[in-house]
Nanobody
């Protein structure tokens, strides 16, 4: 059993920065790949970023590459999403996800087994 709890969401003006955190319970966090997804009102959930079990490989959606950074601290069982140069288009509920690292399919929702409840990020112009 793994439980994920996101925090750090809020409101920020365009060009600002925000850091999201996802704290995980369970004994097997170290072997999990971790991902961030987001979903706006009336839209499908979309991939944002992912990181493999060791933190040695990261993956980003084209829309956030160069602005967002995903990282993890396995000792603290926490994954982070540092968001810089935020745009109104980034407004969404952001979800943390975890799944046993298979070395592939990091951008698909189906490869993740556990999900947090989400945290709202609102970017105003």
């Amino acid at each position: 059993q793994v439980q994920l709890v996101e925090s750090g969401g809020g409101s920020v003006q365009a060009g600002g920065a925000l850091t999201l955190s996802c704290a995980a319970s369970g004994r097997t966090f170290r072997i999990y790949a971790m991902g961030w997804f987001r979903q706006g009102p009336g839209t499908e959930r979309e991939f944002v970023a992912a990181i493999n079990w060791s933190g040695g490989s990261t993956y980003y959606a084209d829309s956030v590459k160069g602005r967002f950074t995903i990282s993890r601290d396995n000792a603290k069982k926490t994954v982070y999403l540092q968001m810089n140069s935020l745009k109104p288009e980034d407004t969404a509920v952001y979800y943390c996800a975890a799944g046993i690292d298979s070395g592939r399919d990091y951008s698909t929702t189906g490869r993740y087994d556990y999900w947090g409840q989400g945290t709202q990020v609102t970017v105003s112009s």
